[in-house]
């Protein structure tokens, strides 16, 4: 085993410090050492987008992320989501229009749309399209999930 180093990273506005091997990926550092298990892997070589999470606001694939480049900064999961009001306005978009079949996806989706409408609350049809193009689902045709995004754009007070 290498030398292992400290970070602190802050995960859903919670501050965690870790003894970590450098090569440790972000996605193990969340699944494993912090057990969030939301955050899903998929393919391990950035293809699907299953493993998307937030850092410092914009998505990033947790699975070619190393840990120690989250050292100090903020990591938002699928977890950190919901807030003391209920479900994020996303959750709720991707529920109400069934933007989930297998559900396999749908962290790294919502994450990467929570992502598109912080930059742009009223995403046409194509750049909703165009920004979750990195992630890829097997089941829906993507159809809901536009409409699930287009639903949470739609909600007064979309934040991230």
């Known amino acids: ?10 995960v859903n506005g919670e501050e965690h410090e870790a003894l970590i091997e450098p090569r440790l990926l972000l996605v193990h550092l969340i699944r494993e050492s912090l057990h969030l ?13 299953t493993c998307t999470v937030l850092l410092d606001g914009r998505p990033v694939k947790s699975c070619t992320v190393l840990a120690v480049q989250a050292n100090g900064r903020a990591v938002s999961t699928v977890e ?3 807030g003391p009001d209920g479900l994020h306005p996303v959750q709720e978009g ?34 909703i399209r165009e920004a979750i193009s ?23 007070g979309v934040t991230a």
Do not use: W
């Open 134 to 156: 990195g992630n890829l689902c097997r089941c829906t045709g993507y159809v809901n999930i536009v409409k699930a995004v287009q639903y949470a754009a739609a909600k007064e």
């Open 1 to 10: 085993m290498g030398d292992k180093t400290v970070v602190t990273v802050t």
């Open 80 to 82: 950190g989501l919901e």
């Open 37 to 49: 298990t939301g955050t899903h892997i998929g393919c391990d070589t950035s293809s699907c987008g």
């Open 94 to 127: 991707f529920k109400e229009e069934h933007g989930l079949q297998c559900g396999y996806c749908t962290p790294g989706m919502m994450m990467t749309s929570v992502a598109l409408l912080a930059e742009n609350p009223d995403p046409s049809e194509q750049e």
